[in-house]
């Protein structure tokens, strides 16, 4: 019998998840990109609308690139954290050292709606995590709650 996945993380591998997505990975930087919530089935991150992310100035919405590179920036979240869970006996060190070979196979975005708004919700989580490749499944979300974008990506793991 196997012995389900923990529901949070220790505050060292949380840190440094935070640590290597928000600041460590520059373009997260410049996007804005900050984690809300960090499970281990699942993850969340939120862009605000700034001037610098607009890609159609006529209707002040978020260019398409932006939403594209969040949405594979948080499916790599979500395999971050379910390789995490996955090796809670190793040290946060141990784990958060695991991300080195992490790499976008694929993606796949399809934009439903305008991106038109104050903030976006990024939500994602793993649907397999092999031992050489993860699949995750993707959403980009408006500050009402409205799916504006949908997306599933591949990893590398190994």
């Known amino acids: ?94 784990r958060l050292h695991r991300f080195a070979k992490l790499g976008t196979i694929d993606l796949r975005v399809d934009y439903l709606r305008p991106g038109i708004g104050s903030h976006f919700e990024l939500r994602a989580q793993v649907l397999r995590l092999g031992s050489r490749v993860a699949s995750t499944r993707m959403e980009f979300v408006g500050a009402d709650g409205t799916l504006l974008s949908a997306g599933a990506g591949a990893y590398i793991v190994s």
């Open 1 to 94: 019998m196997t012995t389900p996945p923990p529901t949070a993380f220790d505050p060292e591998f949380i840190e440094g998840l935070h640590a290597i997505f928000e600041d460590k990975i520059v373009f997260n930087r410049v996007l804005g990109l900050k984690i809300t919530s960090l499970l281990p089935e699942r993850v969340t991150a939120r862009i605000d609308m700034k001037p610098e992310l607009v890609g159609h100035y006529a209707y002040d919405r978020i260019h398409g690139g932006v939403i594209s590179a969040g949405l594979d920036a948080v499916g790599a979240l979500a395999v971050m954290a379910a390789i995490g869970a996955r090796h809670m006996d190793e040290s946060a060190a141990q």
